[in-house]
Structures are given as structure tokens and as C-alpha cells.
């Protein structure tokens, strides 16, 4: 059973504030990680993937790998209500086919 | 570009009927992926299709079933409806050789609720 962990909330940072998401994995030959934000009843959209170990930033995100400890996390930087929203970790095992999910982790950013 | 495309968007079915969801993929892709998502759980997979062929199924009854066609879209089928089935029904499209790379894109989703 391949099983991803996360945090499930709900996390609250005020506006401006640095929102950190994690997210741990059972599979250690797992090889691309993905972050999904989902907005209430919306389906999920990409926000990052993540191949190597270290961290991968882009704009305000920056995720960040570590496969020796099978622990992948998201940062936001600055965030805004806007950013409120349940964040889904995903892992493909390296077969391209069947992405497991987390439960996702629920943000709220208070103005 | 068309992204992925989801119908209908809601529905609502008795026990023990059957239900059809479909999916147009994004262009330019060419498989396609399935998930259920219940209310406050993440998406869990059903099965993916590539060149008209089930490549791989998660752990779902045979009530669930479903077909690509040449085109590429694909629909879902499901049999015998449990109010369990109440749930998101999320299509994901990405092209085959890319996928571990560029993850998934999904559709809107259907609301299926089961009374």
C-alpha cells in the first residue's frame, strides 16, 4: 500500500506570512512529486512538480524534496487570501500511471 | 486550448441504476485517468487509459468501468449505483510520455450524488 501523509488542518497564517505545507511517503522508489491547489468544489491545479532533491522555486512557491527521509513540502511565500485553498500532495511511483494522493491541507490566510 | 472538459456537472441517480460520466481530453493529450474524490478525502485513482486500452486500475469494483475512444475521450461507466458512490468524479488527461514530468490536468469534475 502506497501511502502519502499530510497535515490535514486546517493551517492559518496571517497575510504576508510564510504558509508551510508537508507532506510525507511510504514508496521510497517514488520519482516525481506534484502540488495541487484546490479551491472549495473547484477541481485541482497544478502548482509545482519536483523531481530532485533540494528545493525548486517558482514565484512566490518553493517546494522542496528530500527522498533519503521520503519527505516532500510546499512554502508560500507572502501569502494571500487568495492562497486559501486545500493543497494535495501527489506521488507518482515512477509509472506514470497512478498518482497517490494526500487528503490534502486545508489553509486559511487571514487578512 | 481547450482544457479538460467534464459532463455533466452534477448529477444526482438512485440506487442501483448505472451512470455515464465522459471526458474530452485536453488537446494535444492522449490518456487519460480517472479519480474519485470524496468529500474531504483526496483523489484516489480508478483507472487510466491510453490507446483505447485500460493500462492500469486501482482498487475499485468491476462496477466501474470505462472506454477511450479514437479521439481520445473516454467516458466512465458505472453499474448497480451504492449511495457510496456519492462522489467527485475528476477526469485527468496529460500525454503519455510526459507525464511523470508535467503531472496531470483535470477536468471540472462531475458531482454525482447517489439517493
Known amino acids: 500500500q502506497k501511502e502519502v501523509e499530510q497535515n490535514s488542518g486546517p493551517l492559518s497564517v496571517p497575510e504576508g506570512a510564510i504558509a508551510s505545507l508537508n507532506c510525507t511517503y511510504s514508496?521510497?522508489?517514488?520519482?516525481?512529486f506534484f502540488w495541487y491547489r484546490q479551491y472549495s468544489g473547484k477541481s485541482p491545479e497544478l502548482i509545482m512538480s519536483i523531481y530532485s532533491n533540494g528545493d525548486k522555486e517558482d514565484g512566490r512557491f518553493t517546494a522542496q524534496l528530500n527522498k533519503a527521509s521520503q519527505y516532500v513540502s510546499l512554502l508560500i511565500r507572502d501569502s494571500q487570501p487568495s492562497d486559501s485553498a486545500t493543497y494535495l500532495c501527489a506521488v507518482d511511483p515512477n509509472t506514470g500511471n497512478q498518482f497517490y494522493f494526500g487528503t490534502g491541507t486545508s489553509l486559511t490566510v487571514i487578512p | 486550448d481547450a482544457g479538460v472538459t467534464q459532463s455533466p456537472t452534477h448529477l444526482i441517480k438512485t440506487r442501483g441504476q448505472q451512470v455515464t460520466l465522459r471526458c474530452s481530453p485536453k488537446?494535444?493529450?492522449?490518456?487519460v485517468s480517472w479519480y474519485q474524490q470524496a468529500l474531504g478525502q483526496g483523489p484516489q485513482f480508478i483507472f487510466q487509459?491510453?490507446?483505447?486500452?485500460?493500462?492500469q486500475r486501482g482498487n475499485f469494483p468491476d462496477r466501474f468501468s470505462g472506454h477511450q475512444f479514437p479521439n481520445y475521450s473516454s467516458e466512465l461507466n458505472v453499474n448497480a449505483l451504492l449511495l457510496g458512490d456519492s462522489a467527485l468524479y475528476l477526469c485527468?488527461?496529460?500525454?503519455?510520455?510526459?507525464?511523470?514530468?508535467?503531472?496531470?490536468?483535470f477536468g471540472s469534475g462531475t458531482r454525482l450524488t447517489v439517493v
Open positions: 514508496d521510497r522508489g517514488s520519482q516525481s
Open positions: 485527468a488527461s496529460s500525454l503519455e510520455v510526459q507525464v511523470s514530468n508535467y503531472g496531470y490536468t
Open positions: 488537446s494535444g493529450h492522449d490518456t
Open positions: 487509459y491510453y490507446e483505447e486500452e485500460e493500462r
